[in-house]
């Protein structure tokens, strides 16, 4: 299988014309030859490449790829480095960013509501239109420390901040992967009692006190390896190819 196939196999299923992005979704760098191995990453690094490349794939899916709104019209620097590996290593790079965010079984946040053990699931923070996460309401309540021990088991970050400043007992939560500081606002406006994301800051901080909700930060990172692993695991089902997934485990 070709990596314009498989390509158009992932095309079709993460509705990438259904999203305006600041990502250049889909194949971003082909290959000769057909693909037997498929190895998926977070993110299009020249470490992901390396293992990619010691572990005999032909090809990489990733979150965060290589090209963001045309920065690939000039091959220079760093991505100039990362082309050059791909092309001598004969190695393809497909990047999906909001579409798999948003995707109702495969992606970042469906995956991650999946394991936070949430129920009822609903679209919630809108992006360009399209509703990039998912709220829902937990099976059994569960006081602050209990969630954040869950979230502790579930996602498995190296680090985890949290301002608790919501409800003491936790009901509803809404997650949104990755950097999304605004979903506390959002959060609130809806009733929720607790919002998941990766990336806190000052502007999480602010809001998070003064709307009197409960906002816990797992990592950009640790938060966007459900959907690249999910979408591995469906890709090796629907095609047979062999694929593993690359975690560098990192902090941010």
């Known amino acids: 299988m ?17 999203f305006r992005d600041v990502s250049d979704n889909g194949l971003q760098i082909g290959n000769e030859g057909e693909i ?3 190895a998926t990453a977070v993110d299009a690094s020249l470490e992901t490449f390396e293992r990619a490349a010691a572990a005999g794939a032909e090809m990489l899916l990733v979150h965060h790829g290589l090209s963001w709104n045309g920065s690939f019209a000039r091959l220079t620097g760093l991505n100039l480095k990362q082309a050059r590996f791909a092309l001598e290593h004969n190695l393809a790079v497909y990047a ?5 965010d948003a995707h109702p079984t495969l992606g970042n946040n469906a995956q991650l509501a999946a394991v936070l053990g949430l129920e009822k699931l609903r679209p919630f923070m809108p992006y360009h239109g399209q509703p990039i996460g998912f709220s ?12 954040e021990a869950r979230i502790r088991a579930a996602v498995c970050p190296v680090r985890l901040e949290r301002f608790l400043y919501g409800a003491e007992i936790i009901r509803t939560v809404g997650v949104c992967s990755g950097g ?21 800051n000052l502007v999480a901080y602010n809001l998070a006190k003064q709307w009197g909700v409960n906002a816990f930060f797992a990592g950009h990172y640790a938060t966007e390896r459900f959907g690249v692993r999910a979408l591995g695991q469906w890709l090796a089902e629907q095609t047979g190819l062999t694929c593993s997934f690359i975690d560098l485990n990192l902090p941010y």
């Not at 999906?96 to 798999?100: D, E, F």
């Not at 829902?136 to 969630?147: C, I, M, W």
Request: aromatic share 4%; net charge negative.
């Open 96 to 100: 999906a960013h909001l579409p798999l």
């Open 2 to 18: 070709t990596c314009e196939i498989l390509a158009r196999l992932l095309d079709d299923e993460l509705r990438l014309n259904a």
């Open 180 to 200: 999304a500081p605004e979903g506390v606002e959002a959060a609130a406006r809806e009733g929720l009692d607790a919002y998941l994301c990766g990336e806190a």
């Open 136 to 147: 829902g309401v937990l099976a059994e309540p569960l006081s602050q420390e209990a969630f």
């Open 36 to 38: 037997h191995r498929v």
